[in-house]
């Protein structure tokens, strides 16, 4: 089973950018999609942004024109861009890849094991 190793989470002042990297244990080139996930205590785990093998990206909709996906599949890497920040985007952040017809919405499961993430803490 791959594994996902998150990294690149700090404090950052509002407006500021991060930069987060996800390594994957195993070759991502045959994985349809990729995702950035985010929890906060107490809330549900939430599908930040996701990428297929094609580049077709999609996010959800607080992020939209802040946050930038991308992926190596050379080098088994998916990132996420973070920019102009704000207090509402502290969170851990988990990278995976979601299965299923309804990957983004509603996917039926996943490739990989959940790593220990990264956590974003946006605050001045």
């Known amino acids: 089973q791959v594994q996902f190793v998150e990294s690149g989470g700090g404090l950052v002042q509002p407006g500021g950018s991060l930069r987060l990297s996800c390594a994957a244990s195993?070759?991502?080139?045959?994985?349809?999609?990729m995702g950035w996930y985010r929890q906060v205590p107490g809330k549900q785990r939430e599908a930040v942004a996701a990428?297929?093998?094609?580049?077709?990206?999609v996010y959800v909709d607080s992020v939209k024109g802040r946050f930038t996906i991308s992926r190596d599949n050379a080098k088994n890497m998916v990132y996420l861009q973070m920019n102009s920040l704000k207090p509402e985007d502290t969170a851990v952040y988990y990278c995976?890849?979601?299965?299923?017809?309804?990957?983004?919405?509603?996917?039926?499961?996943?490739?990989?094991?959940w790593g220990q993430g990264t956590l974003v803490t946006v605050s001045s």
């Open positions: 995976n890849a979601p299965t299923g017809s309804m990957w983004w919405s509603g996917p039926e499961g996943y490739v990989g094991v």
């Open positions: 990428i297929t093998k094609g580049g077709s990206t």
């Open positions: 195993g070759s991502i080139s045959s994985i349809f999609a």
